[in-house]
């Protein structure tokens, strides 16, 4: 089974510039996350989305947007680029059911790695 | 502002021993409790989830649970020096979706040989 697969790995961009991020979940995972990871503040929520569908949003400024597929991959955009978005962007995926409690596990991909010049 | 908090270490441990990992969470309201293992330049990876009070024992590693004390910790017992990462505790908060988890900044585990 194919895990969660983020393009592109690397990517470097100048201030001011954006960029896209695209994500693929595990097959028929319906959930998509996004996280920013960096050093000082470690992993932060950006947002989720269920069946193409916004599902909750993390106190990250409107630069940063996303959106899902119907075939449930997702994409994340970053306008006007500033240093401080320099950091990896990771997706995970997950079932989006809740059963008994349980909330599923989430599966991570390898991570975007940006650095803005 | 819902936090969750960990103490970033390194904490290190001779081969063999138990490693304790603490973490503290300020939601009252939070339902769902959830320890990471990150290697160096790898992604997140569960090791183990818990939402009831008391213990969860899953091999070598023990997840402990006192939500009056809004505390979660995950013990390794006989650690190895494959365990050294970073353990980053995450916690679903009520009405959070599945999604969507606060995480601690992680603590660093060094096991010696």
């Known amino acids: 089974k194919a895990g969660v697969t983020q393009t592109p790995r690397y990517l470097i961009k100048t201030r001011g510039q954006q960029v896209t991020l695209s994500c693929s979940p595990i097959s028929g995972h319906r959930s998509v996350s996004w996280y920013q990871q960096t050093p000082g503040q470690g992993l932060q929520f950006l947002f989720e989305y269920f069946s193409e569908t916004q599902r909750n949003k993390g106190n990250f400024p409107g630069r940063f947007s996303g959106r899902q597929f119907s075939n449930s991959r997702s994409e994340m955009n970053v306008s006007t680029l500033e240093l401080g978005d320099s950091a990896l962007y990771l997706c995970?995926?997950?079932?989006?059911?809740?059963?008994?409690?349980?909330?599923?596990?989430?599966?991570f991909g390898e991570g975007s790695r940006l650095t803005v010049l | 502002q819902k936090e969750v908090e960990q103490n970033s270490g390194p904490l290190s441990v001779p081969e063999g021993a138990i490693a304790s990992l603490n973490c503290t969470y300020s939601?009252?309201?939070?339902?769902?409790f959830f320890w990471y293992r990150q290697y160096s330049g790898k992604s997140p990876e569960l090791i183990m989830f818990?939402?009831?009070?008391g213990d969860k024992e899953d091999g070598r590693f023990t997840a402990q649970l006192n939500k009056a004390s809004q505390y979660v910790s995950l013990l390794i017992r006989d650690s190895q020096p494959s365990d050294s990462a970073t353990y980053l505790c995450a916690v679903k908060n009520y009405g959070g979706s599945q999604g969507n988890l606060i995480f601690g900044k992680g603590t660093k585990l060094s096991v010696k040989p």
């Open positions: 939601d009252r309201g939070s339902q769902s």
């Open positions: 818990i939402y009831s009070n």
């Open positions: 995970a995926s997950s079932s989006g059911s809740v059963a008994g409690g349980y909330t599923g596990e989430l599966f």
